[in-house]
């Protein structure tokens, strides 16, 4: 793992030590005076004895999900954000996440340059490689098959992993039956609002329903389909 989820991964290790070592330092402060005699003429403690001493790094289900997303990685499972030549990305469905420091782009080139697909994620969604040509994504892409390694149902689960956010539901583009139950669901817009109903991936996809609105905005989703949410938040 060498790129944008490393140096995040490493942001929130150096986070969190320092962290525990804030609270070490407190309890020390706090301690008696009998203790503080004790730690000045205790002059020989040895390297191995302070290492012992050391406070451990909590690893938290953000930073043990993003460990997990490096392994898959390294299988060849998941890609990490960057630019990839053609074959570098197997054909298939993949779940695209955003994360600190990333971005929210994504798009697929033919051998002339052409844009086959692409897409601005506001959050999370799904894209469908062609294994056509050059790919760009700014965000993390995982495949659909080995989302269950990672104990997540969808993007949105792996989403709200990744950025230790809690019942997300602002825009996105949500799959139902892995992000979002079927059934009838109500938008709210930030001003001028977009919802779609979909019928696959971006890249492999077809719209069904779509409308533009300012306020709120009332939609079915069947199993299967895609939810895709722009400038709005879901409020039932």
């Keep these: 793992m060498k790129k944008l989820l490393s140096i995040m991964l490493l942001f929130l290790l150096v986070l969190a030590g320092c962290s525990s070592e804030g609270k070490s330092a407190n309890t020390n402060e706090s301690g008696s005076g009998t203790e503080e005699v004790s730690e000045a003429t205790d002059t020989e ?14 690893e938290t289900p953000q930073v043990k999900m993003i460990q997990s997303i490096q392994e898959l990685i390294e299988e060849g499972s998941a890609f990490d954000a960057g630019s990839y030549i053609k074959g570098d990305i197997p054909k298939g469905e993949y779940a695209f996440t955003t ?21 601005n994620f506001d959050s999370f969604g799904y894209v469908n490689v062609h294994e ?12 659909v098959d080995a989302l269950e390694k990672l104990g997540v149902s969808g993007a949105k689960e792996l989403y709200e992993i990744v950025n230790d956010q809690e019942d997300y539901t602002e825009a996105g583009y949500y799959k139902i039956g892995a992000d979002l139950k079927p059934g009838e669901y109500v938008i709210e817009s930030f ?17 069904v329903d779509n409308e533009i609105f300012n306020g709120k905005y ?19």
């Design 45 to 58: 403690t040895t390297d191995v004895e302070q290492a012992e001493e050391a406070p451990d790094v909590e």
């Design 99 to 119: 994360f600190d420091g990333s971005g929210q782009y994504y798009s697929e080139e033919d051998s002339a340059g052409n844009i086959i697909d692409n897409e």
């Design 132 to 143: 056509a040509g050059n790919i760009k994504t700014s965000g993390v892409l995982v495949k």
């Design 191 to 207: 001003g001028e609002g977009y919802v779609a109903i979909m019928t696959g991936p971006v890249g492999n996809s077809e719209i």
């Design 218 to 236: 009332s939609i079915n989703a069947s199993d299967g389909q895609y939810l895709k949410i722009s400038r709005g938040t879901l409020v039932k």
